[in-house]
């Protein structure tokens, strides 16, 4: 077959594929289906990143002040789903300036009921470096901001702390859309 000839057919064969046909315009009737996928979400717009204790006595327990308060806005949930914070050690134990004959654990931090908007209270807890702990869990399908300025964490008495100085520990926020 001559190469001019195959070229040529094939060239009719593509736009014949292409071209469906000749339309009178206007053309209606072409529907078209389009989708928004939306995922979970929501906006941080303030968490704290800092908690401190002055110890003054290690015999007594001792509030923590922090760096902020939470405040989430925009949150978008399944049908029927709440919005959890949760908090998780990041380490077993804090460390300890030289020559601490004892530290902290993560058991040593608790926190009390705190209330956010829209008339939620906050779950007491207590801090665990193995698994993430409910700070609090909103009601289903929150709306709205979600706001909080008066979670405590409070440091344990341990009068076996020996030695002054530092004593550190981080921790991880976790932040869910639960059933």
């Given amino acids: 077959m001559n190469k001019r000839f195959a070229l040529l057919l094939g060239a009719c064969c593509l736009a014949g594929s292409v071209f469906a046909g000749t339309q009178s315009?206007?053309?209606t009737g072409f529907t078209q289906t389009m989708t928004a996928t939306v995922g979970e979400q929501v906006?941080?717009?303030?968490?704290?990143?800092?908690?401190?204790?002055?110890?003054?006595?290690?015999?007594?327990?001792t509030a923590g002040t922090a760096n902020g308060t939470f405040q989430f806005t925009n949150i978008v949930l399944g049908n029927g789903r709440k919005f959890r914070v949760s908090i998780k050690a990041s380490t077993a134990a804090f460390s300890a300036p030289l020559g601490a004959g004892a530290t902290y654990l993560?058991?040593?931090?608790?926190?009390?009921?705190?209330?956010?908007?829209g008339g939620v209270l906050g779950t007491a807890g207590i801090m665990s470096d193995t698994t993430f702990?409910?700070?609090?869990?909103?009601?289903?399908?929150?709306?709205?901001?979600?706001?909080?300025?008066?979670?405590?964490?409070?440091?344990?008495?341990?009068?076996?702390?020996?030695?002054?100085?530092?004593?550190?520990i981080t921790a991880d926020y976790r932040l869910d859309s639960i059933p």
Avoid: H
Avoid at 138 to 167: E, Q
């Fill in 133 to 168: 702990n409910t700070i609090v869990e909103s009601g289903a399908n929150p709306a709205g901001p979600f706001n909080c300025s008066d979670l405590v964490f409070t440091l344990a008495a341990k009068p076996a702390i020996d030695r002054a100085g530092a004593y550190i």
């Fill in 25 to 27: 315009l206007p053309i």
């Fill in 43 to 61: 906006t941080i717009n303030d968490m704290p990143n800092q908690v401190g204790w002055t110890v003054n006595n290690v015999n007594v327990a």
């Fill in 106 to 117: 993560p058991g040593d931090v608790s926190w009390g009921v705190s209330n956010w908007s």
